[in-house]
């Protein structure tokens, strides 16, 4: 078909010649798209605040021969007002679009992956939850849909029941110490806690963390992140961490939480959906966008 229709949000934006922008969006369907927005630039522009970056619209696209072109853009979630006011929200919101944009492909089938972000950064734009755990919550749960799921029960190596202390990256996960290379970090429990709430959607645990846990917990993401992409985050650096225990939103407060756990997981579980949820758009109203995976 010469035209078609999807959900999608912006990840990053290029200007191309006077007037035009080369938008990057990863779709529902579609999986990641390239397009120009032809006279976005201009002060008259129908719709060009609707494809900036962080903002989740409804677009129709023609098909083009290298790049699709954009014909109509409705907004179906205005974060980006919101996340731009706050430096940690806006910095954790540039790495979620970073780490989007490169486990994903053109091939569509992202549709966990879109769900996942959209959930996440309208996290961020309602303030429900410190945002670097939202980061965090966002990254661990990113690698676990492109395959990359992290171990904190049972011995990534041996499979030996956990808990242990040792978290090796190369390795995938937690390890037990007679497994363990020399030098390998040891992961407090508090922090290891922390790891496995942020992974099954445990917010009330997540919430409730010390600020030691919550720096211990993101080093060890940040590192198991940019291993498996096997290249760094830009905005990674820039991320401001004294946000992570920052007071939540009376929103989050008021939000039914799950349950937490009395032990961390003795194997991982594919990461359930959470209690940050986004309005379903028209076109698919079952179907809610959450920030963890769906079913």
């Not at 979620?96 to 089938?109: I, N, P, Q, R, Y």
Request: glycine letters at 8%.
């Amino acid at each position: 078909m010469p035209t078609y229709r999807d959900e999608a949000v912006v990840l990053r934006t290029h200007k191309l010649g006077e007037a035009d922008r080369i938008v990057t969006m990863l779709s529902r369907h579609h999986g990641k798209i390239r397009a120009v927005a032809k006279g976005v630039r201009r002060t008259g522009s129908r719709f060009g605040s609707r494809l900036e970056p962080f903002m989740v619209a409804d677009v129709q696209l023609y098909v083009g021969r290298s790049l699709d072109i954009v014909q109509q853009a409705e907004s179906l979630g205005s974060y980006g007002a919101e996340i731009s006011d706050d430096y940690g929200s806006y910095t954790a919101a540039s790495v979620m679009v970073e780490t989007a944009d490169k486990v994903t492909d053109d091939d569509g089938g992202g549709v966990q992956q879109y769900l996942l972000l959209v959930g996440a950064l309208r996290s961020l734009a309602r303030r429900e939850h410190a945002p670097s755990l939202t980061l965090d919550s966002y990254l661990l749960r990113a690698l676990s849909i492109a395959g990359w799921a992290p171990s904190f029960g049972d011995c990534a190596v041996t499979g030996a029941p956990g808990p242990h202390s040792h978290f090796v990256v190369q390795l995938g996960g937690m390890v037990a110490a007679d497994v363990a290379p020399p030098g390998s970090p040891r992961v407090s429990p508090e922090a290891l806690a922390l790891l496995a709430a942020l992974l099954t959607g445990d917010w009330a645990t997540a919430d409730a963390s010390d600020e030691r846990a919550r720096n211990q917990a993101s080093g060890i993401i940040a590192a198991y992140t940019q291993f498996h992409l096997e290249r760094g985050l830009r905005s990674l650096p820039h991320v401001d961490r004294q946000a992570a225990t920052a007071p939540t939103s009376s929103r989050a407060a008021a939000a039914p939480a799950e349950a937490p756990a009395q032990h961390p997981p003795t194997t991982t579980p594919a990461p359930p959906a959470s209690t940050i949820q986004e309005s379903a758009p028209r076109s698919a109203p079952h179907d809610t966008p959450t920030i963890g995976a769906p079913a």
